[in-house]
């Protein structure tokens, strides 16, 4: 199947710092990619669709200057998480379609905001 | 809104058993139904997709057949092994221009024992 990475796969870091995940499609190329959210438990709550060489579109509820999302290739989206705070802690997962809409998953990435 | 119920939330069976994991949908108009498998800690792993005009998928020891008029999928595993042991998420994709977008259900959390 198709090849989605993450970076980093783990992050610890202070309130207040900006944190960035890096959301790569390996071997196919994706003008959309999604960015999900998931607590302990939970299932997937998605936050925002990135699009390559436009704004993203951000889920009712998802700050988007908390959130900062760049489609900067057809192979890169990233995901800035500003001013991280304890509540922002949570595992965050990226996916990108390919073909008939398959949809892709990254590893993801544990944040973790002391 | 389209909202995606799974049944049973949790499954613990001994090994070598077959086992039926549910999932129903709201709104019938779909694109797509993927199944997933989540590792604690880990991103997803695609298991089936199944498209709108499809009844059913097969991969190995996994069976996934849709019923789109009455909102109904479910994934068949033959066999069960305790590598089996996941976490299975069903979602569905719609059309229009919410294409990839994807709804998640809560999944079903399957332990096979030896």
């Known amino acids: 199947g198709a090849v989605v990475s993450q970076h980093p796969s783990r992050v610890i870091c202070k309130s207040g710092t900006s944190v960035k995940i890096e959301c790569r499609s390996l071997?196919?190329?994706?003008?959309?990619m999604f960015w999900y959210r998931q607590f302990p438990k939970q299932s997937l709550m998605l936050m925002a669709t990135?699009?390559?060489?436009?704004?993203?579109?951000?889920e009712q509820g998802v700050e988007k200057d908390k959130f900062l999302i760049n489609h900067a290739s057809l192979t890169l989206s990233t995901l800035t998480v500003t001013s991280a705070h304890p509540e922002d802690s949570s595992f965050y997962i990226c996916?990108?379609?390919?073909?008939?809409?398959?949809?892709?998953f990254g590893p993801g990435t544990r944040l973790t905001v002391l | 809104k389209q909202e995606v119920t799974q049944i049973p939330a949790a499954l613990s069976v001994p090994e070598g058993e077959n086992l039926v994991l549910n999932c129903s949908f709201t709104?019938?108009?779909?694109?797509?139904l993927q199944w997933f498998r989540q590792d604690p800690g880990k991103g997803l792993t695609s298991l089936l997709l199944?498209?709108?005009?499809?009844r059913e998928q097969t991969s190995g020891r996994l069976n996934a057949s849709l019923d789109k008029s009455s909102g109904r999928s479910t994934l068949y595993i033959a066999a069960s092994q305790p590598g089996d042991s996941a976490t299975y998420l069903c979602?569905?994709?719609?059309?229009?221009?919410?294409?990839?977008?994807?709804?998640f259900g809560r999944g079903t959390q399957l332990t096979v024992w030896p």
């Open positions: 996916s990108a379609p390919r073909g008939d809409n398959e949809q892709f």
């Open positions: 071997d196919f190329q994706a003008t959309t």
């Open positions: 990135s699009n390559e060489g436009s704004k993203a579109t951000y």
């Open positions: 709104d019938s108009a779909i694109y797509n």
């Open positions: 199944i498209q709108s005009s499809q």
């Open positions: 979602a569905v994709t719609v059309g229009g221009s919410t294409l990839g977008r994807l709804y």
